[in-house]
């Protein structure tokens, strides 16, 4: 199914939701880095951001950072906004994706330019102390966390910062704030668990989907993985399932598999500045090797 045959999602989730029952207690939701697999993210975020417009579920705070962020303020925002809808978050993406195949136009150069007539103008104040945005700081790639934002241009500078992947993703080497300079999140740090607040943790890290994908937007069938993520996260929901890429999250992580993913990514960036010459299909086959392998 092509972009251009959009179902009826939002009319879908509606009719979805009216089989969950409220949640009790609220949630803070964890939104890993993964880039483009941010289309399995829009999904489950949808189903999330319906109960929250019938009172049935309470978002405390999102953390996320590089892809995930993409998806967060869409669902802060349609808190607010009940007019927003996922089929409109869908053509958002779908012009990213054409911009790209017809203009050759970097990923995040063009998401951002997208996002800015995306934005309500108080979207900065409904997604500051609610929206926590991690990113790396140059030189020595500690991680930075901002969760107050000035206005939207602020909002997006943060935005741009946590998803610039040097010669990748955009054509800057790096995004500059405050005087300081940032690059992509890579990967989130651990989250501390607040008292009486339940965790979320939505790992786009493993979902199941090829590296050159996630970086590049030549992905047009991507339905199906809208509606993936909306089914799992139906069935997290209402039936407490988890899968391994939505799950409770425990404060825990493998520091080893980031360290891995990290150096992947390192290797990948020096490889194509110096040569600029290599299979990105026969990288992402590296990659998952290394990154989901057990």
């Known amino acids: 199914m092509e972009i251009d045959a959009v179902p009826d999602f939002d009319s879908y989730i509606e009719q979805l939701i009216q089989y969950i029952p409220p949640q009790n207690e609220p949630i803070d939701l964890i939104i890993s880095t993964g880039g483009l697999a941010a289309y399995y993210a829009a999904g489950v975020v949808s189903v ?15 953390y996320c950072g590089s892809g995930g962020v993409f998806t967060a303020i869409p669902l802060i925002l349609s808190e607010k906004y009940t007019n927003l809808k996922l089929n409109d978050f869908i053509s958002l993406y779908s012009t990213i994706i054409n911009d790209y195949n017809d203009n050759n136009t970097k990923i995040v150069d063009s998401s951002i330019s997208k996002f800015r007539d995306y934005l309500t103008p108080d979207a900065y104040k409904l997604c500051s102390n609610k929206l926590y945005i991690y990113k790396t700081e140059l030189p020595f790639l500690t991680k930075k966390e901002v969760h107050t934002f000035t206005d939207n241009e602020h909002l997006l500078s943060c935005l741009k910062a946590s998803s610039t992947v040097p010669y990748l993703t955009t054509k800057d080497n790096y995004v500059e704030i405050d005087n300081k300079k940032f690059i992509d999140c890579f990967f989130l740090p651990k989250i501390q668990k607040e008292h009486n607040i339940r965790q979320v943790y939505i790992n786009l890290v493993k979902y199941d989907y090829p590296m050159y994908k996630r970086i ?30 939505i799950y409770e999250y425990n404060g825990l992580y493998s520091k080893y598999k980031y360290i891995k993913y990290f150096s992947f990514i390192l290797l990948f960036f020096i490889i194509y500045k110096k040569y600029n010459i290599f299979s990105l299909y026969f990288w992402s086959k590296i990659y998952k090797r290394i990154i989901f392998y057990k």
Do not use: H
Not at 49 to 60: E, G, P, S, V
Not at 216 to 245: A, H, M, Q, W
């Open 48 to 62: 999330f951001a319906y109960l929250q417009r019938d009172k049935k579920i309470k978002i405390n705070k999102i």
């Open 216 to 245: 590049f937007p030549i992905d047009k069938n991507i339905i199906c993985i809208i509606l993936e993520g909306i089914l799992d996260s139906y069935r997290f929901i209402k039936y407490n399932k988890s899968t391994p890429v």
